[in-house]
T-cell receptor
Framework: GESVGLHLPTLSVQEGDNSIINCAYSNSASDYFIWYKQESGKGPQFIID?????DKRQGQRVTVLLNKTVKHLSLQIAATQPGDSAVYFC?????????????FGAGTRLAVHP | NAGVTQTPKFRILKIGQSMTLQCTQD?????MYWYRQDPGMGLKLIYYSVGAGITDKGEVPNGYNVSRSTTEDFPLRLELAAPSQTSVYFC?????????????FGDGTRLSIL
């Protein structure tokens, strides 16, 4: 069945380092991918998205890379700060092809140490 | 703007009781969604709505009902609460379903069924 999974459930980094959070997806029909950040006790917060006609997209301190050949998605955070500590989710739109029925991964916890 | 507002934030129910989780948004978004998030799992779509008067099932609709009488409000109803419905419930909204129109989430309702 469809699934979105993550390679690392917990990632610990030092403040100032770059972080890379990985995500594998299984549905080759997915053409839209999103990264969300969820802080404790809060709802998910949109970070960045990418469509399948792109390999890379940059935002403020974040970059998403998409490798369709191996069905892999990554989120890179530059100069990681304590405020980046959270759970990060990737999501795909799956076989529906639309943008309503997102499939979320289980999440990766990012812990930033001073 | 308040964004997406969910009430209550916490609730404990007894098995067989009913309740309505409230969700309202002030962004004039057409699309609204209800998700549940179980510990260590990604969000799963319960129901969604593309506009007032229109609702559709998501991945896990059993045991829930929704209505969309106005653009702003999208309540989720549990008729006969069961322990399996213990979860954190998130409401989200988006302006349309296009890529680049991310879903905006509320801060959730934490529901325990005992």
């Amino acid at each position: 069945g469809e699934s979105v999974g993550l390679h690392l459930p917990t990632l610990s980094v030092q403040e100032g380092d770059n972080s890379i959070i990985n995500c594998a997806y299984s549905n080759s029909a997915s053409d839209y991918f999103i990264w969300y950040k969820q802080e404790s006790g809060k709802g998910p917060q949109f970070i960045i998205d990418i469509r399948s006609n792109m390999d890379k997209r940059q935002g403020q301190r974040v970059t998403v890379l998409l490798n369709k050949t191996v069905k892999h998605l990554s989120l890179q955070i530059a100069a990681t700060q304590p405020g980046d500590s959270a759970v990060y989710f990737c999501a795909e739109n799956g076989a529906s092809g639309g943008y309503n029925k997102l499939i979320f991964g289980a999440g990766t916890r990012l812990a930033v140490h001073p | 703007n308040a964004g997406v507002t969910q009430t209550p934030k916490f609730r404990i129910l007894k098995i067989g009781q009913s309740m309505t989780l409230q969700c309202t948004q002030d962004m004039n978004h057409n699309y609204m969604y209800w998700y549940r998030q179980d510990p260590g799992m990604g969000l799963k779509l319960i129901y969604y709505s593309v506009g007032a008067g229109i609702t559709d099932k998501g991945e896990v609709p059993n045991g829930y009902n929704v209505s969309r009488s106005t653009t702003e409000d999208f309540p989720l109803r549990l008729e006969l609460a069961a322990p399996s419905q213990t979860s954190v419930y998130f409401c989200a909204s988006s302006y349309t379903q296009g890529a680049g129109q991310p879903q905006h989430f509320g801060d959730g309702t934490r529901l325990s069924i005992l």
